[in-house]
């Protein structure tokens, strides 16, 4: 049996155990153990070639599918029910019948074992620490430690104020667990602490007043409007609360009754007023709605902020102190931060401006060391526990690819490839990002790392976000490396099935040495003969799962990833701090800054006629527009629209292309090829042409509705111009409406670097707008902001990498709670058992 089966085979199996030891409770894997098993399954089915192992599985998988819908009698039915199907799939791959961990311990869970006894699942927790497994030789298995951290997993059904009806709704947020629910962290604070007596108000005034109910009024001053005017008085006066067609409220006050109202105070008709006030009903519990700093938390239609402050408070009086403090006490004590009780009581509802600092300082510091710990955990297995290809010294093709060259390497090149060689030479798996402005000459470094695993006897893959800039890549490379007689594949989803087969078998048998092609080079059927080196281009474009993906279609081959997309290192730290850093900071010698000028679109006219004027020497130009067709709800122009008004009404002696995400892909090559040989004159296109197309003769850039993009994806567009020994124009068309816009097309016309420019994008639009998409590889921070908390942020990276140091794998016992914090947030590969 293959090696990938016995790996999935053994992750499968991990959490049985422990599923059984938790008497069927469904948290013995953060996220569910139904969804691990049945994952995993479909993994082992995918990989096996064993239509019996596929057999077995497939009973495995129907088994669990509804694992977490029936009662806990059935779940332990079911794990009994499992142990059988588990062994003859173990019987099959390991030829024992037998759980095989890691550790190469054998452990059986006898199928005959009917002890299983369900209790509430919340009291049974403590109970469930007191249970020991049975192994295959009746001794003792050394116990798993459970603590109050699997309390954080149960349902928030049963928490006061929630029930089944309640916890559907919650769902909509994304709170379905008593851990969710501590951690759903509010957006804002009304502070309403500001207690005064009435006669002290004034207009304008934000106020807490307390008082007993004197005056419920009801007044229709007109058809459809009815006011209704609720009166307390503190003994100094009356203040009325006051709310707009809203006839229920009336019914919630009794005169007499204490209330507290909080608002903004206005004087009108000669009496103090605040309309829709924040209110509360004073008794023997303290205030939670007003007459403090309250809490406004991210809702939805049906959630008030009522109710949601009500059962997060109602979690916390049942459970905080049951939460466990993971981080280390060193650390707590180093920064002087509040404990994790203390902090998730205080963030949620703080005493004092200044609680509330340091409730966020150390769950600020708790998000962004965990993330760092994540990358320096995988920065260290990189380096350590994985050896890698070691590629040969040899460079002969190397050297003749230079030979062909018909320029020298910048020093900042040869410093980028110098680092990338000695890491491709040495034993452990290189993990490198290859960054570098618009122009700097990367590809010129992936070809030579290309060609250093090809002439080691490896295949190289190249995927790229788009299939223009797939092709781009191909049709570069095929022209440079024909006269070497390396043999390249394009792989993109275009292909037809006949292509695509034939292409398969090829890469499969090695007669293809350069696999270029978008996310088909990580889809199921694409395998290597051997992959020595995987790059990834435009890396912002694709997540990390999609480049782990990729690098599972080899025995950990090299990767190598790039991107044009200048990173600022507070946001490097947090998207590639597992990555070592190569940085080409020049541009080739000879290259002309490109002049970049903004006009409105009244200046139209006059910018096509600069245009003719290029043309007429012999250059090219693009027009980029932000939407492929006319919308009815967007006031800007479409490329199509823009195409055929130019084409039309401008230029009609011109040639026009038109290309866009929509246009096939024989067509977008057949168009793109007409460009590069200078027989379309403008190419009229979105924003697909903006990585990777290199025509040196296009010396005008003009982005219609510029406002529109932000401050990096500019700089990739204007990075298509500039690229020959001519003079080059990038002309902004904006009308921005807001300070925002107006500041991002000031700073493009006074700034090539793409640096300080990634820097002000960063700062406009902050880091989760930056890379267009969040999924693409930012970290989910609830509390911590990269920007604000640039300093704790070097911090928490400094301490997570100096822990890792020291305890590698994370096995010192006042580490294992930090362990299981990070199993959840990272799905890192720790052994869930601990078997001495």
């Known amino acids: 049996m293959n090696n990938k089966v016995d790996d999935i085979f053994e992750k499968l199996i991990k959490p049985i155990p422990i599923e059984v030891k938790l008497r069927g409770l469904n948290t013995s894997v953060f996220g569910g153990f139904d969804s691990y098993i049945l994952e995993w399954t479909n993994k082992l089915m995918i990989k096996t070639d064993s239509n019996e192992i596929k057999e ?29 199907l588990v062994n003859q799939l173990s019987e099959r791959i390991k030829g024992v019948k037998a759980f095989k961990l890691k550790q190469n311990k054998l452990v059986k869970i006898r199928a005959e074992d009917s002890n299983l006894t369900y209790n509430n699942p919340i009291d049974q927790q403590q109970r469930n620490q007191q249970q020991d497994l049975t192994v295959s030789d009746n001794t003792e298995v050394k116990k798993v430690e459970t603590d109050s951290s699997d309390l954080w997993h149960q349902t928030i059904q049963y928490i006061k104020g929630v029930g089944e009806y309640w916890a559907k709704r919650l769902k909509k947020l994304g ?56 009166g ?97 006490e060193e650390i707590l004590n180093k920064y002087d931060l509040l404990a994790i009780k203390e902090a998730l009581q205080l963030i949620h509802f703080p005493d004092s401006k200044e609680k509330l600092k340091q409730a966020r300082k150390r769950l600020a510091y708790e998000e962004l060391f965990v993330l760092q710990l994540g990358l320096a955990l995988r920065k260290k297995e990189a380096k350590t526990d994985k050896l890698g290809i070691q590629h040969l010294a040899d460079n002969e093709l190397i050297e003749k690819f230079f030979d062909l060259l018909p320029f020298e390497l910048t020093s900042a090149q040869q410093r980028a490839w110098t680092e990338i060689e000695a890491d491709m030479e040495a034993k452990e798996q ?58 390249l594949g394009l792989l993109v989803g275009s292909l037809t099935n006949k292509e695509k087969e034939k292409l398969l078998a090829r890469i499969k048998e090695g007669e293809i040495d350069i696999i270029i092609g978008t996310h088909a080079l990580i889809q199921e059927g694409v395998n290597f003969s051997q992959l020595g080196l995987a790059i990834i281009d435009e890396q912002h474009r694709f997540g990390v799962k999609q480049r782990a993906l990729l690098q599972e279609k080899g025995t950990n081959p090299d990767i190598l990833v790039m991107t044009a997309t200048p990173i600022p290192r507070t946001l490097a730290l ?80 011109l040639e026009i292309g ?108 902050g880091p989760g707008e930056f890379f267009g ?58 052994d869930l058992i601990d078997i001495s």
């Open 56 to 84: 077995i599985a497939q009973s495995l998988k129907f088994l669990f599918n509804d694992y977490k819908k029936v009662t806990i009698d059935d779940r332990q039915q079911k794990l009994r029910d499992s142990i059988k």
């Open 175 to 230: 709170i379905e667990s008593i851990k969710d629910l501590l951690y759903y962290f509010p957006r804002d604070y009304n502070d309403w602490s500001n207690c005064q007596q009435i006669s002290r108000l004034s207009s304008g005034m934000k106020v807490t007043v307390q008082g007993r109910v004197v005056d419920i009024n009801q007044i229709q001053p007109r058809k459809g409007l009815t006011i209704i005017k609720i």
């Open 232 to 328: 307390i008085s503190d003994g100094t006066g009356v203040l009325y609360g006051v709310w707009f067609n809203q006839k229920y409220i009336k019914k919630g006050f009794t005169k007499g009754d204490y209330y507290l109202f909080s608002g903004e105070v206005k004087y009108s008709y000669g009496q103090f007023e605040i309309n829709n006030p924040h209110y509360e009903e004073l008794d023997s519990t303290e205030p939670l709605h007003t007459g403090k700093i309250v809490p406004v938390y991210p809702a939805t239609k049906g959630v008030s902020q009522k109710r949601l402050r009500t059962v997060i408070n109602n979690c916390l009086d049942k459970y905080l102190t049951d939460v466990p403090e993971f981080l280390p």
């Open 430 to 487: 290189m993990n490198r990002l290859l960054q570098g402005d618009v122009g700097a000459g990367k590809t010129v470094i992936a070809t030579l790392a290309l060609l250093k695993t090809v002439q080691s006897g490896f295949q190289g893959g190249l995927m790229a976000p788009t299939e223009i800039l797939a092709e781009q890549h191909y049709l570069g490379l095929k022209e440079e490396l024909n006269p070497l007689g390396i043999k």
């Open 574 to 653: 947090t998207v590639y701090g597992d990555l070592d850093l190569s940085v080409i900071d020049e541009l080739p010698p000879g290259r002309k800054p490109v002049i970049t000028e903004w006009r409105t679109a009244k200046a139209r006219q006059r910018i096509y006629s600069f245009i003719r004027q290029e043309i007429e020497q012999g250059r090219q130009a693009y027009i980029v527009c932000p939407l492929v067709e006319e919308s009815e709800k967007l006031d800007i122009r479409s490329a199509t629209e823009l195409a055929e008004y130019l084409e039309e009404e401008v230029f009609p002696d």
């Open 658 to 765: 038109l290309l866009h995400g929509q246009i096939k892909s024989k067509a977008k090559e057949e168009i793109m090829e007409e460009f590069r040989l200078g027989e379309v004159d403008i190419l009229v296109a979105t924003t697909v042409i903006e990585v990777g197309v290199n025509v040196p003769n296009a010396s005008i850039m003009v982005i219609e509705d510029a406002q529109r993009f932000g401050l990096a994806q500019l700089h990739q567009l204007r990075g298509r111009v500039g690229r020959g020994q001519y003079q080059s124009y990038c002309i902004l068309i904006a009308n921005p409406s807001t300070d925002e816009g107006q500041e991002r097309m000031k700073i493009m016309t006074k700034s090539n670097d793409g640096f300080v420019i990634a820097e002000e994008d960063l700062q406009l639009r």
């Open 773 to 830: 998409t969040r999924q693409h590889g930012m970290p989910d921070l609830k509390v911590a902001d990269i920007l604000r908390d640039h300093k704790l942020l070097e911090l928490a990276r400094e301490d997570a990498f100096a822990l890792v140091e020291q305890d590698q794998n994370l096995v010192q016992k006042k580490h294992q709670l930090l362990k299981q914090v990070l199993t959840e947030v990272f799905e890192y590969d720790f």
